[in-house]
């Protein structure tokens, strides 16, 4: 009879990537874009016309998201694709929040030039809710666990896409109880559509599932070269 192997003698698998420490030189990019963040932060809470408010709701996320990549980044710096990308994400919140993401300018011009029946600048809020938020999931599967590239890693990073989503689309209807119902009906934003909630849903896994499918390779490379700057900085 075969005896069992103890737990504590099976060998554990490493994360591919070794671990990273963030440096003042490695904070030299996220920096320069939270400098050019900080103005247009400030400028569109001043004087949305939507008001400061909704314009909270709309960019608190966002915030939080640079706060905790802020709080991690000595034990944990990301790759500067990342840093790009959340900034990039940063700015279509604050658009969305300046205007109201059903009154966006950008959504009008595209509802009459393609005929559209609504202003369809929140489909691209919440497209862009999972494309690029999978580049931090996948990142830290990446870096932390042993996953490796292929099904499981993309299976895993679109289902936490769609997690965060979906715990989003809570978090709105929680907001809107709470708010008085102009306040409400202005943060959700959802036009008269009875399936928004499913829309947002599903556009933002479709977001995450094609960053994977047409820039996980270039992601992979910025996180290599982040590997790379850290152990010539090491040495």
């Known amino acids: 009879m075969q005896t069992a192997t103890p737990l504590s003698s099976v ?3 490493a994360p591919f990537f070794p ?3 963030g440096t003042q030189d490695e904070a030299k990019v996220p920096w320069i874009l939270v400098g050019v963040l900080a103005p247009i932060l400030v400028l569109t809470f001043l004087f949305s016309p939507a008001g400061r408010l909704n314009w909270a709701l709309e960019v608190g996320p966002g915030l939080v998201g640079i706060g905790v990549l802020a709080a991690t980044f000595r034990r944990f710096p990301m790759s500067r694709w990342v840093y790009v ?3 990039l994400h940063v700015l279509v919140l604050t658009y969305g929040g300046y205007y109201t993401y059903a009154l966006t300018p950008l959504g009008d011009w595209a509802r009459d030039t393609f005929a559209l029946s609504r202003n369809p600048y929140d489909r691209l809020g919440h497209f862009v809710q999972g494309f690029f938020p999978a580049f931090i999931i996948r990142e830290v599967l990446l870096r932390s666990t042993p996953l490796r590239r292929g099904g499981w890693l993309n299976f ?3 289902s936490v896409a769609l997690a965060i989503s979906a715990f989003y689309e809570l978090l709105e209807w929680w907001a809107a109880l709470a708010l008085d119902p102009e306040g409400g009906d202005k943060f ?4 008269g ?5 499913q829309w947002d849903m599903f556009l933002a896994l479709c977001g995450a599932t094609l960053a994977m499918a047409l820039l996980g390779r270039a992601h992979l490379k910025s996180i290599e070269k982040l590997v790379t700057r850290a152990k010539v900085t090491s040495t």
């Open 11 to 13: 060998p554990s698998v």
């Open 188 to 191: 959700l934003g959802t036009q």
């Open 193 to 197: 559509d009875i399936w928004d909630a």
């Open 156 to 158: 895993l990073t679109g």
């Open 85 to 87: 990308c959340v900034f």
């Open 19 to 21: 671990p990273v420490r």
